[in-house]
């Protein structure tokens, strides 16, 4: 699996946590883990990564506040705030994502999966994040 294939299964999960309490988000994951047929190594790191950033969900959110001054995170569309809490996991805590990768992955991200302007919005804020 590329790099990129991870982020976007990454992407998936986040989003789809926010739509399942706690409980029911990890048998939606297993289910959606499993449906992917993903080796033991790519399944083993997507969990990681994923454990990990929800792990530091409150301080990236705190980033994200930050930066989108006037916007409540509960404003900021789904799909948006997914890849925009990926992104800031990437660039600040995985040491393995240069921070321009992580920016311009997110940008693609919201190119394909954000709304007509998703991909400006998210630019603006991991902009402003990766600046401080």
């Given at each position: 699996?590329?790099?990129?294939?991870?982020?976007?299964?990454?992407?998936?999960?986040?989003?789809?946590?926010?739509?399942?309490?706690?409980?029911?988000?990890?048998?939606?994951?297993?289910?959606?883990?499993?449906?992917k047929?993903?080796?033991?190594?790519?399944?083993?790191?997507?969990?990681?990564?994923?454990?990990?950033?929800?792990?530091?969900?409150?301080?990236?959110?705190?980033?994200?506040k930050?930066?989108?001054?006037?916007?409540?995170?509960?404003?900021?569309?789904?799909?948006?705030?997914?890849?925009?809490?990926?992104?800031?996991?990437?660039?600040?805590?995985d040491d393995?994502?240069?921070?321009?990768?992580?920016?311009?992955?997110?940008?693609?991200?919201?190119?394909?999966?954000?709304?007509?302007?998703?991909?400006?919005f998210?630019?603006?804020?991991?902009?402003?994040?990766?600046?401080?």
């Amino acid at each position: 699996m590329t790099r990129r294939e991870m982020r976007e299964c990454m992407f998936c999960l986040l989003f789809q946590n926010e739509f399942y309490p706690a409980g029911e988000f990890e048998e939606q994951r297993d289910i959606y883990l499993e449906e992917k047929k993903l080796s033991d190594a790519d399944e083993t790191e997507i969990r990681h990564k994923l454990e990990q950033l929800i792990l530091h969900l409150p301080e990236i959110d705190g980033k994200i506040k930050g930066a989108s001054r006037g916007w409540k995170l509960d404003r900021i569309a789904r799909a948006e705030l997914a890849i925009l809490r990926l992104a800031v996991y990437e660039a600040g805590y995985d040491d393995g994502v240069p921070v321009g990768v992580a920016v311009n992955e997110a940008v693609e991200l919201a190119k394909k999966y954000g709304g007509e302007d998703g991909y400006s919005f998210v630019n603006g804020i991991l902009g402003k994040i990766v600046n401080e």
